[in-house]
Structures are given as structure tokens and as C-alpha cells.
């Protein structure tokens, strides 16, 4: 009997799906199957438990867990618009200026390649009350003052945001910097020949223009949004009194510190949707976006 | 007159307010990152003082410990230096093979549910590293690969592969077909093709792939801190975890590794940076 | 009345100088050419009227009002350009809406504008549709008419037609022409196409290396070109060069050949002065093939090397002077290369040219 030949697509997609499927998916089976067991790392015999959907029902009826839950989300939010508009912002001014464009370039690149947990020591350095670079220059300056950064709740979530968007905002201007490079002169004058201000021109062609790139620049970040845990975990690990305790840091001590792996693993399911939920939601608008300008394949 | 006046005005204003607002931001950028390798070079009892000291001193004493081994509270750099290396060297090399496969596959070939698949793959890069350490610690515990370098690069391949990918895709689709198809004319055999024509034309493309994996792994943390536990597999940012004892941070000695962590990355960005940008925009616009 | 005026108009890039002081005047309801070789400052000059390039130095004034630091929006002028720079996220109305809807002008008069133009234009049919859907001469009519739905004082035009095949160059040509008879406003036209100058402009600007060379209708400049790049840039084929000498009343071309020296350059030359010898190919004619001509007319034996023959009339190759020229015959017959031929030349319509200057010398 002639065996049926794979496709040749298929074929050269097999080792990455096998790839994925032994480090990600069978992990994830598992860990969705765990999340039904009250299982603990310190007593194995839990894992053959079954106990349905208890630790669901635990972590949505526990408000620190919907307060690390919402903090996350409004955290994500906050973060990622202030990332595209300040990315937006330098691009803009990085694409007017007429020397050195290079350079500008090069130094924008620059916190792209600081690991999330460098990042997260470098500010717990510069934002430390006692010896940090701002409070130094805050002193040196005249006020007597030493701001508790990292130690008051809101202080706290401001300096880990600082940190976020630092270590960000650059990804969006590269790329949309990119997109504005890549942009078509033409219809820009045309429109400033038609009468617009810089502001009009901006928003009904450039804006329009520069939206797929918005949206490469939220899909590769919201692929990885769960990498601001790094930064959390070191400047605060959550703290103090839980104030900065977002979905990740809540989920990596139960899991760790309390050893009850059930429970995490569901929080764990619920931190994978909301990281799906942005990567597809942006994907969406990704597309939307192509075909408004006609870029569609 | 009077309006161009007006306008030769407001241009001027908007120059001023322009480039002090770049300068603003560049400073923000840089300083942080200055500061670190600024403190790396500066005795402790300066880092520590109080009232703080402006005029930085010169000292290589962080370095001279970092490199000293293990003794006087000296961390074993070398060892994580060389554990950082050869996972991400390994895993980056699978991984672009593998990705690169990919990426020709949504490239050059029509099939059903395509735009599904890749969504799917790309998901699969969304899961946070955090919420996959729960199971793979156990699993890997299991199968007995927990702490060592297998186990790590297995992770960051499957880590990096969707990226991989993503951006491969673009720049092969950026060649014409005509170039394989006038190679297999030419009689090449499809495989050949590959490797003897599109290849070569998008080696500068897969380079900046396999710098974007490079950088992924050599900085991942999330899952590095709980796959590894000895000196033998921990990486460097692991290692950075190192100078902090219960109460206190050893300021100069981190920043002294933090710096050597930069260096390898910064060479490989400025190397390809051109390369990284446009097929990060290429792949994600030319649908 | 919208007039336009350079006067002494500069730019520079750096030390590099692109435009070099040009005083230009343009009537209201003009419609003027600015043609030359790429690189000759005419797309240059065009966007320093538009306001997308800064102007170095001298003054532009639209309607009798300096405008040299206004914005484009405030010279109220419309635009097309090369590559019709249409938005490509908004359909063929609101591209040509577009100008109204940002002057926030009432939704229904936008729409009657707009449907005027559309009417004027052809393109009511593709309304709804996006740039990307349009085929290059369709997405030239847009942009022609966005331009127009302002009712602007002035129209530029960048080099509208150079994207579009043959034919449609010459249909679009004639839209045009009938346009401008239409709403009759000032136009400025950029081409390198001497054949768009010489068709559609009441006065061609001949630009090179960022000066004008000459200023005149495009009868003028066929007939009689300052120098020889006019000479040669106007017309097709171009104008015939030949080296020659002075030599008393007499001129001495390269491989000999002697001829009178044409009434309008008489008195003029010196003994021994170096000079280009020009006439148009349609004023060397085979005898028997010619259209009737008058003036002092001198005959010449010519061998006919290659033949291209145009319907009407056949271009003739042949050797006279020691140089390649053409020559044309009207009425044709088949001619076979290598055949000898008695050509008429017109003496009073020839030209001759300092061979040092280029100028022309004519009285």
C-alpha cells in the first residue's frame, strides 16, 4: 500500500511543533491537569487527588488574589499606553532631527538589551531610599528628604512602572520609528498642500499610517508582558504588604515559597489567558489595521 | 510680513523645545545604564557614603573580586559566564535551524489554516515564563534534567523557535520566488535551492534572528531561577541574585557583573541592529 | 488676481547650490512649463512656491503676497504630484474631500464639490474604492481631482504624467489642457518632456543647473533658441548642429562644404570665429518631397544612410558637413540607404551658434 507523503509545510513545521509541544504543551497539560489537585511539591500522594474545580473557586473568591489580578491588568494597561505614546513621542522627534539620526538610533536600542532582572537591580539601585541616585541628587540639591521609593505602596508601584516603561518604550520607538522611515513622503505633502496643520497632517495620514507598526511593536511586547514579574520580583518581590503584588509574584511564591503547585497552576492558567488575550487582541488589530492601508497580503 | 514673521517665530520656539526634549529623553535612556558601569568602578565605602560623594574615585576591586573565585564573598563568574554561553550559544543554533524551517514553510507554501498556525505558535511564546516554571520544574524533575544545561536549552529553544520564526518568515518573503524557482531551472534540486541561493541572500536577516534568540536566552531569568540550582547550570542573571545576601546588597560587585553581562549583548545589537529592525517590521506589516 | 513672482530666487543644500537667484513673473490664468534635464532645479523651484522646501534667499509671491515663510496652507495653491501621493486609507471620495473636510466646511457642499469634480474628472464610478484599486491612470485623475475641488488660486503640477504609459500620456495631456481652458487659473507644470512643454504651455521656462535659460512661448523657443541647449533640448528630432568656421561672407563646415551665411547672422561674425552651424531636420528636404518654402533657398547632393519611416513623413539620415544629420520627407517613398538624394535647405530659417558661448547670433 503506497503510504500517504506528509506535506512538505508540514514537514518543515514538524520540529518546531514537536519542539513546542514537549517543552510547552505537555507541561501545560499537565500543570492544567494539577490545577485539579490540591497538589503540594511537599506531599506527592496530593497529585492523585482529583478535587475539580476547588482551586478556581478559591482564587476567584480571594480578594488579594483580585487585587494582584487588577493591579496586573491596570498595570499592563498604564504601562503599555505609556509606552506607545512615549515611543510614539521620541520617534517623532528622533525622525525630525536632521544630524545624527544614527546615533539617536543606536542609544534607543540601548535598554533593549538589558535583561529584565539587570533592569529590575539597576533601579532598585537608583531608586534604594538610602544611597539611590535620586535620593543623592534630591539631597545634594537642598531637599531634606529621603522618599521611601520602594518602600511606600504608591512610591513603590510608580518606581516598578518607571523601571517597566524604561526598559520598554524603546521597542515601540524603534519600531515606529521604523515605520515613519518607511512611510511615503508624498501623501505628507499632499495633505500640507491641502491645508492641514502639522497637527491634521499627523492625525488623518501619519497616524493612520503608523498604526500597523503600533501594533507590531503591542504584539511582540504583549508576547512577552509577563516579563515585568523579573523586575517586580527584584525591586519589591511584591512587597511591601503585598502592594505591588501583581498576578506573576502572587503565583511564584504560592507555587514556591507555600509549595502548593495546584493553586498556582491555576492562578498560572489564568496569567496564560490574560497574556493570550493581549497577544490575540493586538494580533486582531494588527490585521485591521494592514487592511486599512491597503498592505494586506 | 507680519505672518511670516509670526511663522519664522513659532518655527524657531518649536526647535528650542524640540531638542531640549530629545536631550531630556536621551538623558533618561542613558543615565541609568551609565550609573551601573559608573559604580562598578567605585569602592564600596563611596557607593555607601553618606552625605553622598560626586567626584567618583577609580578602583577595579569589584572586578579583581568577581574574577578572584570563590573566596572573600567572590562569586563564581567564570562558571556562570560559561554556563550563560553555552546555553544560549546551543540553544540559539537549534533554534534558528528549527525556526528557519518554520519560517520558510509560512514563507514559500499555501496551505489551509495558515494564519492560524502561526497565531497559534506565536501563543505559545505568551505563555509567562513564570506560570510554565510551575510544571516544567516538576516535569523536569521527573525526566531528571532539572539543574542542568540540557534541560535550560531545551526551554529556551522552545522559547525562541515562534520568534524565530515570525521574523525569518519576513525576510524570505522579502526574496523573490523567482530566484528558487530560476535555481531549480538552472537544476538545483529544492534543497540546494535553499541553501545555495535564498539562503545566502537571507543570511543577514537570520543572523539578526539568531541575536534576537541569543539575547532572549542570555537574559531570561524567570525560568533560569527555578530549572537551576548549583554552580554547574546557573547563568548569569541567576548570578546576579548572588550579591544580595538577607539584608544587604553588594552594589559595586553587581553592577561589576551586570556590566560584564552587557558587553556580549551590546556588540551583538550594534552589530545587526539595521537587519533587526526591518525584519521585525517587515515580517509583522507585509502581512 | 493671482499672479505669481520669483524674484531672485535661491536654494541651497548646505554649500550646494540647487537654484541660483531666478526671476520668474507669471500671469493670472498662465499656464507656464518649467522643463530641463533631471537635476535642473525645476522640481526644486516648484516646491519652494508650494512651500515644502524652505526658500535660501530672494522672495516668492502668490497673488502679490510674500510668501516666502507662510505654511503651504496659508498660499492656497493645490498640488499633483508625481507619483499622485494619494492617501492610501481613505477611498477616492474622501481623498478628494479631504481638503474640504480639514477647512471644516459643511458635509453637503463637500459633497457637491466633490461630486462636481468626480463628474468633471470621469470618476464617479470609483467612489468607494481605495487607491491600491486603481490603475495608474485612474489614480492620476484622482489626484487631478483632489487639486481641483479646492478651487485653488494657483495649481502646480510635479511631473504628473511621467508614471503612465504612451497613450494615456497623450489623453491625460489633453484633460489637462482642457481643464485649464475650463476653470482657466494659473498653472506651474513641471516636466522633462519637451514634447508636454511645447503642448501644453502658454510660456516654457527652460531650466539647466539651477538657472533659466530662456523664457518664451513654445514658438519662440523652436524658433528660435538662444543657444544651442535650447536648440537642441526643443523639438524632435533636435535640431542638427555642425562644426563650421567663418570665412569672409562664406561659412567653412568641418569636411569642407561651404556655405553663404544666413541673413539674420550676417554682420555679425568676425573672420576665422568658430561656430555651430543649426537647422531642423524639417528644413533639409529631398527635393520633390518638400513643403513649399521661401526665402534663399540652396540645394545639396546628400547620401541617405538609414530611413525611418513615420507614416506621414520619413526621417532620413545622411552625412552633411562632416556630422550625422536628419533629415525629413514628407509625401514618401521608399528609399533604400546607400541612394543619393538632391536635399533643399532653407538658408533663412538655419541658425548659427559661437561654437565658444553656445549663444546664438542673430540680429
Same mark, same amino acid.
Given at each position: 500500500?503506497?503510504?500517504?507523503?506528509l506535506?512538505?509545510?508540514f514537514?518543515l513545521l514538524l520540529?518546531?511543533?514537536?519542539?513546542?509541544a514537549a517543552?510547552?504543551?505537555?507541561?501545560?497539560i499537565?500543570?492544567?491537569?494539577s490545577s485539579?489537585?490540591?497538589?503540594?511539591l511537599?506531599?506527592?500522594?496530593?497529585?492523585?487527588k482529583w478535587i475539580?474545580?476547588y482551586?478556581y473557586?478559591?482564587i476567584?473568591?480571594?480578594?488579594?488574589?483580585?487585587?494582584?489580578?487588577?493591579?496586573t491588568v491596570?498595570?499592563?494597561?498604564?504601562?503599555?499606553?505609556?509606552?506607545m505614546?512615549?515611543?510614539l513621542?521620541?520617534a517623532?522627534?528622533v525622525?525630525k532631527?536632521t544630524?545624527?539620526?544614527?546615533t539617536?538610533r543606536t542609544?534607543l536600542?540601548f535598554?533593549m538589551m538589558?535583561?529584565?532582572i539587570?533592569?529590575?537591580?539597576q533601579?532598585k539601585?537608583?531608586?534604594?531610599?538610602?544611597i539611590?541616585l535620586?535620593n543623592?541628587a534630591?539631597?545634594?540639591?537642598?531637599?531634606?528628604v529621603?522618599?521611601p521609593?520602594?518602600?511606600?505602596?504608591k512610591l513603590?508601584?510608580f518606581?516598578?512602572a518607571?523601571a517597566?516603561?524604561?526598559?520598554?518604550?524603546?521597542?515601540?520607538?524603534?519600531l515606529?520609528?521604523?515605520?515613519?522611515?518607511?512611510?511615503p513622503?508624498?501623501?505628507?505633502e499632499a495633505?500640507?498642500?491641502?491645508?492641514?496643520?502639522p497637527?491634521q497632517?499627523f492625525?488623518?495620514?501619519?497616524?493612520p499610517?503608523?498604526?500597523p507598526?503600533i501594533?507590531?511593536?503591542?504584539t511582540?511586547?504583549?508576547?512577552?508582558?509577563?516579563?515585568?514579574?523579573?523586575i517586580v520580583?527584584?525591586?519589591?518581590?511584591?512587597?511591601?504588604?503585598?502592594?505591588?503584588?501583581l498576578?506573576w509574584?502572587l503565583?511564584s511564591?504560592t507555587?514556591?515559597v507555600?509549595?502548593r503547585?495546584?493553586l498556582a497552576?491555576a492562578?498560572?492558567?489564568?496569567?496564560?489567558?490574560?497574556?493570550i488575550?493581549?497577544t490575540v487582541?493586538?494580533?486582531r488589530?494588527?490585521?485591521?489595521?494592514?487592511?486599512?492601508i491597503?498592505m494586506g497580503s | 510680513?507680519d505672518r511670516?514673521q509670526?511663522h519664522?517665530?513659532r518655527?524657531r520656539a518649536?526647535?528650542?523645545l524640540?531638542?531640549?526634549a530629545?536631550?531630556?529623553?536621551?538623558a533618561v535612556i542613558c543615565?541609568?545604564?551609565l550609573w551601573?558601569?559608573?559604580n562598578?568602578?567605585r569602592?564600596?565605602?563611596e557607593i555607601?557614603?553618606?552625605?553622598?560623594?560626586w567626584?567618583?574615585?577609580?578602583t577595579l576591586? &569589584?572586578?579583581?573580586?568577581m574574577f578572584?573565585?570563590?573566596?572573600?564573598?567572590g562569586?563564581p563568574?567564570?562558571?556562570?559566564?560559561?554556563?550563560?554561553?553555552?546555553v544560549s550559544?546551543v540553544?540559539?543554533f537549534?533554534?534558528?535551524?528549527?525556526?528557519?524551517?518554520g519560517?520558510?514553510a509560512?514563507?514559500?507554501?499555501?496551505?489551509?489554516?495558515?494564519?492560524?498556525?502561526?497565531?497559534?505558535?506565536?501563543?505559545?511564546?505568551?505563555?509567562?515564563?513564570?506560570?510554565?516554571?510551575l510544571?516544567?520544574f516538576?516535569v523536569f524533575a521527573?525526566?531528571?534534567?532539572i539543574?542542568?544545561?540540557?534541560?535550560?536549552i531545551?526551554v529556551?529553544?522552545?522559547?525562541n523557535?515562534?520568534?524565530?520564526?515570525?521574523?525569518?518568515?519576513?525576510?524570505f518573503?522579502?526574496i523573490?520566488?523567482?530566484l528558487h524557482?530560476?535555481a531549480?531551472i538552472d537544476g538545483?534540486t529544492?534543497w540546494q535551492a535553499?541553501?545555495?541561493v535564498?539562503?545566502?541572500?537571507?543570511?543577514s536577516g537570520?543572523a539578526s534572528a539568531?541575536?534576537f534568540?541569543?539575547l532572549?536566552s542570555?537574559?531570561e531569568?524567570?525560568?533560569a531561577?527555578q530549572l537551576t540550582r548549583?554552580?554547574g547550570?546557573?547563568?548569569?542573571?541567576?548570578?546576579?541574585?548572588?550579591?544580595?545576601?538577607e539584608?544587604?546588597i553588594?552594589?559595586?560587585?553587581?553592577c561589576?557583573l551586570a556590566?560584564?553581562?552587557?558587553?556580549?549583548?551590546?556588540?551583538?545589537t550594534?552589530?545587526?541592529q539595521? &537587519?533587526?529592525?526591518a525584519?521585525?517590521?517587515f515580517g509583522?506589516?507585509k502581512? | 488676481?493671482?499672479?505669481?513672482?520669483?524674484?531672485?530666487v535661491?536654494k541651497?543644500y548646505g554649500?550646494?547650490?540647487a537654484?541660483?537667484g531666478?526671476?520668474?513673473?507669471i500671469?493670472d490664468?498662465?499656464f507656464?512649463v518649467?522643463?530641463g *534635464?533631471?537635476?535642473?532645479g525645476?522640481s526644486?523651484?516648484?516646491r519652494?512656491i508650494?512651500?515644502l522646501?524652505?526658500?535660501?534667499?530672494?522672495e516668492?509671491?502668490i497673488?502679490?503676497?510674500?510668501v516666502?515663510?507662510? *505654511?503651504p496652507r496659508?498660499?492656497?495653491?493645490?498640488m499633483?504630484?508625481q507619483?499622485y501621493?494619494?492617501?492610501?486609507?481613505m477611498t477616492?471620495r474622501?481623498n478628494?474631500?479631504?481638503s474640504?473636510?480639514?477647512?471644516?466646511?459643511?458635509p453637503d457642499?463637500?459633497?457637491?464639490?466633490?461630486?462636481?469634480?468626480a463628474?468633471?474628472?470621469?470618476l464617479d464610478?470609483l467612489m468607494?474604492?481605495? *487607491?491600491a484599486?486603481l490603475?495608474g491612470?485612474q489614480?492620476?485623475r484622482?489626484?487631478?481631482?483632489?487639486a481641483?475641488?479646492?478651487h485653488p488660486?494657483?495649481?502646480?503640477?510635479d511631473e504628473?504624467?511621467s508614471?503612465?504609459d504612451a497613450?494615456?500620456?497623450?489623453?491625460m495631456r489633453a484633460?489637462?489642457k482642457?481643464?485649464?481652458?475650463r476653470i482657466g487659473?494659473t498653472i506651474?507644470?513641471v516636466t522633462?518632456d519637451q514634447?508636454e512643454?511645447?503642448?501644453?504651455?502658454d510660456?516654457i521656462?527652460l531650466?539647466?543647473d539651477g538657472?533659466?535659460v530662456?523664457?518664451?512661448?513654445?514658438?519662440e523657443l523652436?524658433?528660435?533658441p538662444v543657444?544651442?541647449?535650447?536648440?537642441?533640448?526643443?523639438?524632435?528630432?533636435?535640431?542638427?548642429?555642425?562644426?563650421?568656421?567663418?570665412n569672409?561672407a562664406?561659412?567653412?563646415?568641418?569636411d569642407?562644404t561651404?556655405?553663404p551665411?544666413?541673413?539674420?547672422a550676417?554682420?555679425?561674425?568676425?573672420?576665422?570665429q568658430?561656430?555651430h552651424?543649426?537647422?531642423r531636420a524639417?528644413?533639409l528636404?529631398p527635393?520633390g518631397?518638400?513643403?513649399?518654402?521661401e526665402g534663399?533657398?540652396?540645394t545639396l547632393d546628400?547620401?541617405?544612410?538609414?530611413t525611418?519611416?513615420l507614416?506621414?513623413e520619413?526621417v532620413?539620415?545622411t552625412?552633411?558637413g562632416g556630422?550625422?544629420v536628419?533629415?525629413?520627407?514628407?509625401?514618401?517613398? *521608399?528609399v533604400?540607404?546607400g541612394e543619393?538624394?538632391k536635399?533643399?535647405?532653407?538658408?533663412?530659417?538655419?541658425h548659427?551658434f559661437?561654437a565658444?558661448?553656445?549663444?546664438?547670433i542673430?540680429?
Open positions: 500500500m503506497p503510504r500517504r507523503r506535506p512538505e509545510w514537514l520540529p518546531a511543533i514537536i519542539v513546542i517543552v510547552v504543551l505537555i507541561p501545560l499537565f500543570s492544567l491537569y485539579f489537585t490540591p497538589y503540594k511537599t506531599r506527592p500522594s496530593t497529585l492523585w475539580g474545580t482551586n473557586e478559591k476567584l473568591t480571594d480578594a488579594k488574589f483580585w487585587a494582584a489580578f487588577g493591579r491596570l498595570f499592563l494597561t498604564i504601562a503599555l499606553n505609556l509606552e505614546l512615549l515611543g513621542g521620541i517623532l522627534m525622525n532631527v544630524w545624527g539620526q544614527r539617536l542609544i536600542m535598554p538589558f535583561s529584565p539587570l533592569v529590575g537591580f533601579f539601585f537608583i531608586f534604594n531610599d538610602n539611590g535620586v543623592n534630591l539631597q545634594s540639591m537642598g531637599f531634606n529621603a522618599l521609593w520602594l518602600v511606600d505602596g513603590a508601584m518606581s516598578i518607571f517597566e516603561i524604561w526598559m520598554s518604550t524603546s521597542v515601540f520607538a524603534i515606529i520609528l521604523a515605520g515613519l522611515f518607511a512611510m513622503r508624498d501623501p505628507l495633505a500640507k498642500v491641502d491645508g492641514c496643520t497637527w497632517s492625525r488623518h495620514i501619519t497616524l499610517f503608523l498604526m507598526f501594533y507590531i511593536a503591542m511582540i511586547r504583549s508576547l512577552d508582558v509577563a516579563r515585568a514579574y523579573d520580583q527584584i525591586m519589591t518581590g511584591g512587597g511591601p504588604a503585598r502592594r505591588t503584588e498576578l509574584t503565583m511564591r507555587g514556591y507555600d509549595a503547585m495546584g497552576n492562578m498560572g492558567y489564568v496569567s496564560i489567558l490574560l497574556s488575550f493581549f487582541y493586538f494580533f488589530k494588527l490585521s485591521a489595521a494592514r487592511a486599512e491597503g | 510680513m511670516n509670526t519664522r517665530n518655527r518649536l526647535k528650542v524640540h531638542f531640549s530629545l536631550f531630556l529623553t536621551m543615565i541609568p545604564g551601573i558601569v559608573l562598578s568602578f569602592p564600596t565605602v555607601m557614603a553618606k552625605p553622598p560623594v567626584t567618583p574615585s577609580f576591586d &569589584h572586578y579583581r573580586a578572584g573565585g570563590a573566596g572573600e564573598g562569586v563568574v567564570f562558571s556562570y559566564f560559561r554556563n550563560s554561553l553555552i550559544v540553544s540559539t537549534i533554534a534558528i535551524l528549527i525556526g528557519m524551517s519560517g520558510y509560512f514563507a514559500r507554501y499555501r496551505f489551509k489554516g495558515k494564519s492560524g498556525y502561526f497565531v497559534g505558535l506565536m501563543l505559545f511564546r505568551a505563555v509567562p515564563g513564570v506560570a510554565l516554571s510544571p516544567l516538576i521527573k525526566v531528571g534534567i539543574d542542568t544545561h540540557l534541560g535550560l531545551l529556551y529553544v522552545a522559547m523557535v515562534p520568534f524565530t520564526i515570525w521574523l525569518t518568515d519576513g525576510f518573503r522579502q523573490p520566488k523567482e524557482e530560476a531549480e538545483c529544492r535553499f541553501w545555495k535564498e539562503f545566502p541572500v537571507a543570511k537570520v539568531a541575536i534568540a541569543f532572549t542570555w537574559n531569568f524567570a525560568l531561577s548549583s554552580v547550570s546557573k547563568t548569569m542573571p541567576v548570578g546576579l541574585l548572588d550579591f544580595t545576601a539584608f544587604t553588594n552594589w559595586g560587585g553587581m561589576a556590566v560584564l553581562m552587557i558587553i556580549p549583548a551590546l556588540i551583538l550594534f552589530l545587526v539595521k &537587519h533587526l529592525i525584519g521585525l517590521t509583522g506589516v502581512g | 488676481m493671482t499672479e505669481v513672482t520669483l524674484s531672485n535661491v541651497k554649500a550646494h547650490q537654484v541660483h531666478i526671476d520668474l513673473d500671469a490664468g498662465e507656464v518649467l522643463v *534635464p533631471s537635476g535642473c525645476k526644486t523651484t516648484l519652494m508650494a512651500g522646501e524652505d526658500i535660501s534667499g530672494g516668492v509671491s497673488g502679490g503676497r510674500v516666502n515663510d507662510l *505654511p496659508e498660499r492656497n495653491i493645490s499633483v504630484f507619483n501621493a494619494l492617501y492610501p486609507h477616492v474622501e478628494l474631500g479631504f474640504l473636510h480639514i477647512a471644516k466646511q459643511d457642499q463637500i459633497k457637491i464639490a466633490v461630486d462636481d469634480a463628474a468633471i474628472l470621469g464610478e468607494d474604492r481605495k *487607491p484599486e490603475s491612470g489614480r492620476q484622482v489626484a487631478m481631482g483632489r481641483i475641488v479646492r488660486d494657483v495649481f502646480l503640477f504628473p504624467l508614471n503612465l497613450k494615456l500620456r497623450t489623453q484633460e489637462i482642457k481643464l485649464h481652458q487659473n506651474i507644470y522633462h514634447v512643454a511645447m503642448t501644453l504651455a510660456r521656462v531650466m539647466r538657472h533659466i530662456q523664457v518664451g512661448t513654445p514658438l523652436f524658433n528660435t543657444d544651442t541647449f535650447v536648440a537642441s533640448f526643443i523639438g524632435s528630432p533636435p535640431m542638427n548642429l555642425v562644426d563650421g568656421t567663418v569672409g562664406n561659412l567653412t563646415l568641418t569642407g561651404i556655405l551665411i544666413p541673413l539674420t550676417r554682420g555679425l561674425l568676425h573672420d576665422g568658430a561656430i552651424f543649426g537647422f524639417d528644413n528636404m527635393i518631397h518638400a513643403v513649399d518654402e534663399e533657398i540652396i546628400l547620401t541617405v544612410t538609414l525611418e519611416p507614416g506621414t520619413t532620413l539620415f552625412e552633411f556630422a550625422e536628419q533629415a525629413k520627407m514628407f509625401n514618401p517613398r *521608399p533604400i540607404p543619393a538624394m536635399f533643399q535647405m532653407v538658408l533663412d530659417k538655419c548659427v559661437d565658444k558661448t553656445g549663444k546664438a542673430r540680429s
